[in-house]
Nanobody, 118 residues
Framework: QVQPVESGGGLVQAGGSLQLSCTVSTSRSFFASSTLRWYRQAPGNQRETVAA???????TYTDSVKGRFTISRDNTKNTVYLQMNSLKAEDAAVYYCNYAANAAAGSWGQGTRVTVSS
């Protein structure tokens, strides 16, 4: 099992931006062939999928972040990014990244906390 390492969270004012990064310590070929997802979990809520990027660079987003968040990946660095713009109070959560098999096995990183002040 692999524990992704997320970073880039912090405190930001509403309307501000943050870029999250997540590095996954798998082989480069496995990383490149995997769909990577960003998830978030706010206090009292279940973990939800925020965005996904396939090996072919197809991206999907949950409705609440469309037009504001952008997911991208750098296969040379085994890293996936989440650019978050126009942040809202409801975006505050702990953000995690993962790939399907690892998530199914229950292996998660520590996440990175995003706090949005109004």
């Amino acid at each position: 099992q692999v524990q992704p390492v997320e970073s880039g969270g912090g405190l930001v004012q509403a309307g501000g931006s943050l870029q999250l990064s997540c590095t996954v310590s798998t082989s480069r070929s496995f990383f490149a062939s995997s769909t990577l997802r960003w998830y978030r979990q706010a206090p009292g809520n279940q973990r939800e999928t925020v965005a996904a990027i396939s090996s072919g660079l197809t991206t999907t987003y949950t409705d609440s972040v469309k037009g504001r968040f952008t997911i991208s990946r750098d296969n040379t660095k085994n890293t996936v990014y989440l650019q978050m713009n126009s942040l809202k109070a409801e975006d505050a959560a702990v953000y995690y990244c993962n790939y399907a098999a690892n998530a199914a096995a229950g292996s998660w990183g520590q996440g990175t906390r995003v706090t949005v002040s109004s």
